[in-house]
């Protein structure tokens, strides 16, 4: 008879055995050693860090002048200066860079760091904000949708949304306009006055550059730590000859080909990004959204922590893109930014390089919400589908101008023909002289 033992059974396994409970907060149940590289990067990377902008000072929404407490601010035309309506005093606020230091270590960026004005949207946050008066106790609310100041209708007193709040209304840093409307208006007038020959003759008519708008845009400006690999195959030309006679005349060439590979590591300071859904859609059948982008770049250095003040006699729209709707965009440019920074080292190829192979490594970003000033001229051209809005805007810091001014297709037509006309003319001129 043997005295050997069974060995113990095997504990349970599966649903509702003890091995089946979630695991412990802030533990992973996989090994990440055994996951796919990308997948593994993800899990490991460190969780978004978040940088406070909120303004204290200014949550119950009224922002008083420093030296005799009046409401009644408003920014100084041309200027970033704010100033108190009843005492003329005048201060700037400070600038965001400098007071939480966003243009600081950006080579030693890791993971990704999101300022506090720049947090996911929450879905089911109001636009309606109500606050109480600190001049008398009357409630008083702001529509955020189209509107950031509102005065108290009891005693006149000033309020802002100056408290971040979670449906993307409040960035952390506003560039305040430099840019006065007669002056934009003016530029408006000469932009279109120089295209007036081929504009459409309803837009002539209904052309008034006097209804320009001055509006905040929602952007993120970002910051990232990056770097590059990418391979191709570049040529350099050793030989060109020609064969053949008369019309079946072509020309080739030799040359040898190698196999190119570079790598580099870049940052990148105050990349701007549109992050509002509607400006960020760029569909030229529509719209010309586009427009706005031929204005970069604004100043985003001078920005200011951001006061409700500096919208006072603004438009705004708010921010519905979060940081993760932008990230794609983000890192398409910032391989575009990569392949211009090779560029210099491939000259040598005179027959250009194909790059086959690209990858991008993202070490760190940063992110920054942020009011850009536009002035804006929109003109709606009726048509099919919906017909096409054009656009013509001003940079609010440094003036530059463009922008889009429906024609006159049988003008351009005509024109094309009679200068093709004249052309040809003088070439058959030429000829007949010349034999």
Known sequence: ??????????PPAGPGSPQDVPPAPGSFPIDPATLPEPIRNEVLAPDPV??????????????????????????RAGSDLLVCLYCRHQWQAARVEEEFGLGEGIDQLKGT???????DI???????????????????????????????????????????????????????FHIKKDDAVARIRQFVDKRRLFALKEFKEQFTPENVVGVYLPYMIV????????????EIETRRYTRGTGNDKKTYYDADVYQVERHVDFTVDDLPLES???????????????????????????????????????????????????????EDQLLSIARAQVE?????YDRGVRWEQERLDVHGTRWVSMYLPVWLYSYHQPGRNGGLLHYIAVNGRTGETMGSVPVQQWKLLMTAITVGTFLEGIALWIIGNSS
């Open 344 to 348: 210099s080292s491939v000259r040598r």
């Open 276 to 330: 509002s859904t509607e400006r960020g859609n760029l569909d030229t059948r529509v719209n010309t959204n586009n427009i706005i982008n031929t204005i970069l770049p604004f100043d985003t250095k001078n920005a200011v922590k951001w006061n409700a003040s500096y919208l006072s006699g603004f438009t705004s729209e708010k921010r519905n893109q979060d940081v993760e709707n932008l990230r794609p965009r983000v």
């Open 1 to 10: 008879m043997s005295n050997a033992t069974k060995p113990p059974a095997a």
């Open 223 to 234: 910051d990232a730590n990056a770097s590059a690999d990418v391979a191709g195959k570049g």
């Open 113 to 119: 760091v999101i300022a506090s004005g720049a947090r």
């Open 50 to 75: 978040a940088i406070d902008t909120s303004a204290e000072e200014l949550k119950d929404g009224v922002n008083r002048c420093p030296k005799c407490g009046s409401t009644e601010i408003r920014q």
């Open 122 to 176: 929450a879905a089911d946050a109001a636009s309606l904000m109500t606050f109480k008066c600190g001049g008398c106790g009357a409630e008083v609310t702001v529509n955020t949708e189209n509107a950031m100041t509102a005065r108290c209708h009891w005693c006149r007193h000033v309020l802002g949304v100056n408290e971040q709040i979670a449906n993307g209304a409040v960035p952390d840093a506003v560039l305040p």
